[in-house]
């Protein structure tokens, strides 16, 4: 009777472990499965060497944007900090581009967005400095990213945008959020990790190893 006691009781630790075990598993997939926000729509702005850039130049990969502006001394040396510190995680990674957007567009020339990008030991080969008209960059934060662009530029966001690979925006990261800014660099890296775990799936047998 013991020993059958024994191994009823065994039965049912194993099963609740397991049990236990698909939960946790369950919780990973939800917590893998970042929400999709929106999507950002087709937009032409102006770099810091007078190109032409925009979503062309960044579909198929994931972005992270902020919104600054050169004259400012509070808010903005932040947010280029916080990218900083992105640029440094994923440097060597193609796949992940940064985007720092002018919401002072009319003294943020091509040529002021170069020297701020010497200025600040920015490389623009994957961290790119926009400018244009403040029309298409109204129309971009206001319509692509959903953040309002004030007429201050002292008021503009402390928000970063994260999008993927397919131009849908994945997630809000505001400065006075520390957990928030804690998780951004996890979140890229689940976007590449997803990305990577798609291209497998969808790999033709032969080609597998």
């Known amino acids: 009777m013991k020993m059958r006691r024994r191994i009823v009781l065994g039965s049912t630790v194993a099963a609740l472990l397991l049990s236990g075990a698909i939960l ?3 919780a990973a997939r939800k917590q893998e499965a970042l929400p999709v926000r929106g999507t ?5 702005l102006t770099d810091s060497t007078g190109n032409a850039f925009g979503s062309d130049q960044l579909k198929g990969r994931i972005c992270v944007a902020d919104f600054i502006f050169t004259r400012c001394d509070g808010l ?18 193609p796949a992940v581009q940064l985007v720092s957007v002018t919401v002072d567009p009319e003294f943020d020339t091509p040529e002021v967005l170069a ?7 920015i490389d623009t080969g994957n961290w790119h400095l926009l400018t244009g008209t403040r ?7 206001v319509e692509e990213c959903m953040i309002g662009m004030p007429d201050d530029p002292l008021l503009h966001s402390d ?9 849908r925006i994945r997630g809000y990261y505001p400065l006075s959020d ?5 998780s951004l660099a996890k979140d890229i890296s689940r976007l590449l990790r997803a990305s990577r775990d798609s291209r497998t799936t969808h790999q033709p047998l032969d080609d597998q190893p």
Not at 78 to 84: A, D, G, P, R, V
Not at 159 to 165: A, H, T
Request: glycine content about 6%; aromatic content about 10%; charged content about 30%.
């Open 24 to 26: 946790l598993s369950g």
């Open 40 to 44: 950002i729509g087709e937009f032409s």
């Open 76 to 93: 903005c040396p932040l947010l280029t900090k916080e990218m900083k510190k992105l640029h440094e995680t994923f440097a060597n990674n």
């Open 115 to 121: 020297e701020f990008a010497r200025h600040n030991d």
């Open 135 to 141: 029309e298409a960059i109204r129309s971009f934060m």
């Open 159 to 167: 928000r970063l945008v994260l999008w993927d690979q397919e131009m």
């Open 178 to 182: 520390p957990e928030a800014q804690g």
